[in-house]
Nanobody
Framework: QVQLVDSGGGLVQTGGSLTLSCAASGTGTIFSINAMGWYRQAPGKQRELVASITSGGSTKYADSVKGRFTISRDNAGRTVYLQMKGLNPEDTAVYHC????????????????WGQGTQVTVSS
């Protein structure tokens, strides 16, 4: 099993920055995890993939966050960070850490492992 604990959300003003963290733990299956990343869900909207990173270091970003968000992973591959800069009210959402064996798909319903979510609120 794999447990994900995400943290770092909060309230920030437009133009501000936040860094989210996601720590993975567990036994057995955790060694098969290749991709980790973040989805977000704003009220009344579908959960969307924000950024992902593989064990090899390949990254992907949603168009809406390119150039503002940076995803990284520690050397052990068990903690993932999402550095968010230039935040605006459209970034307000619950951000969920996610992990899977191959990749993080655009369709969130097939993802195997989830964190509990952390709220990010950007005030105007």
């Amino acid at each position: 099993q794999v447990q994900l604990v995400d943290s770092g959300g909060g309230l920030v003003q437009t133009g501000g920055s936040l860094t989210l963290s996601c720590a993975a733990s567990g036994t057995g299956t955790i060694f098969s995890i290749n991709a980790m990343g973040w989805y977000r869900q704003a009220p009344g909207k579908q959960r969307e993939l924000v950024a992902s990173i593989t064990s090899g270091g390949s990254t992907k970003y949603a168009d809406s966050v390119k150039g503002r968000f940076t995803i990284s992973r520690d050397n052990a591959g068990r903690t993932v960070y999402l550095q968010m800069k230039g935040l605006n009210p459209e970034d307000t959402a619950v951000y969920h850490c996610a992990a899977d064996r191959v990749t993080l798909p655009a369709v969130w319903t097939s993802v195997h492992y989830w964190g509990q979510g952390t709220q990010v609120t950007v005030s105007s």
